[in-house]
């Protein structure tokens, strides 16, 4: 154990190694996954069971959010897999990002960077298995892996040693057949759910990076997080415009599904004339749906701008959204 507090009691004897769910013994994802963090909740609203990437450059607040995730979702258990991380990255993560709070409901898998590729690849793996075992227990779960890059790197050591020729990138094919047999054991059954957060390292923050364009392809969503917006001082630094929920639809309603709409109209009609904007050539009055959108962009970038601290709760920031949205 990692803590010093000497080794566990065990109950039970759990395969490190099992099959996804069946598909038609999935349950549907229909509920919503409250992550206490507004930008989500309101424009990338998650499902309890889904299964969503958060796609990042070096140093723009990765660790940051997945603290917050963790302290703050309506989970009942966090597995944390931290795989390929610095040492020293592992403390700072306990200590700032997850704090005494998160920790209450949170078991750590750490497998650092020096470790031999097959225990970081056992690692995750460890960690999916301890995810299983409380989903079957009936849990609501939420499973959080950082990051997927480093696994895969790690499988690709082991498939270089054995004689597997490079494909995409050096990445041997073993790679792209064991990504999905990982992250399809996420997800809902019968008995409780996995909520799976699985973050990609993004070279020069080039998302068609084979890793990147892999994962996005297994998952249900995946949240951007954006360079741009970090150097502004915007955290949680997410690109909402380039980020996607492929459940959004199952899990709100209407109304909220409406205020999304809205949200990212608003950023992407800014975006578009941003430029025209900045070097004072856009005329006030000359569209309306650009100076709607240049009305609302600064109340709604304060609205999705949150503090490392704060918990968002769901119902009051839906009111508060639709406030920003409708003011005049």
Same mark, same amino acid.
């Given at each position: ?61 990765? $660790? ?8 703050? $979702? ?31 409901? $949170? ?222």
């Amino acid at each position: 154990a990692i803590d010093g507090k000497g080794d566990w009691d065990y109950e039970a004897i759990w395969p490190v190694h099992r099959a996804a769910p069946p598909s038609m013994s999935r349950i549907r994802i229909d509920k919503q996954f409250v992550t206490g963090i507004r930008a989500i909740d309101s424009a990338l609203s998650c499902g309890i069971g889904q299964r969503i990437g958060i796609f990042a450059g070096s140093g723009v607040g990765k $660790s940051t959010i997945l603290g917050m995730l963790c302290r703050h $979702s309506d989970a009942d258990v966090n597995v944390i897999a931290l795989i390929g991380e610095r040492g020293k990255e592992v403390r700072d993560f306990i200590e700032d990002s997850l704090g005494p709070e998160g920790m209450k409901k $949170s078991i750590l898998v750490v497998v650092t960077s020096d470790q031999p590729p097959l225990q970081r690849v056992r690692g995750a793996e460890l960690a999916m298995a301890i995810a299983e075992y409380f989903r079957d227990k009936s849990k609501k779960v939420l499973l959080v892996m950082d990051s997927v890059t480093r696994f895969a790197m790690a499988q690709r050591e082991i498939g270089l040693a054995i004689g597997e020729p490079p494909a995409t990138k050096g990445y041997p094919p073993s790679v792209f057949s064991l990504l999905p047999r990982l992250l399809e054991r996420a997800g809902n059954n019968d008995k409780g759910s996995i909520t799976g957060c699985f973050t990609v390292l993004v070279e020069g923050d080039d998302l068609n990076d084979p890793i990147a364009d892999s994962v996005r392809g297994i998952l249900d969503g995946h949240i951007v997080l954006s360079r741009e917006l970090a150097m502004r001082g915007h955290y949680p630094a997410i690109d909402i415009l380039a980020s996607i929920s492929r459940v959004i639809n199952n899990v709100t309603t209407v109304e909220h599904l409406e205020a999304s709409r809205q949200v990212r109209e608003i950023l992407g009609t800014y975006k578009k004339v941003e430029d025209l904007i900045n070097i004072g050539a856009y005329q006030g009055g000359t569209n309306p749906k650009i100076d709607w959108a240049i009305q609302k962009k600064e109340p709604l970038d304060g609205y999705l701008r949150q503090g490392i601290n704060e918990y968002s709760n769901w119902d009051e920031a839906f009111e508060e959204l639709k406030l920003v949205l409708n003011q005049h």
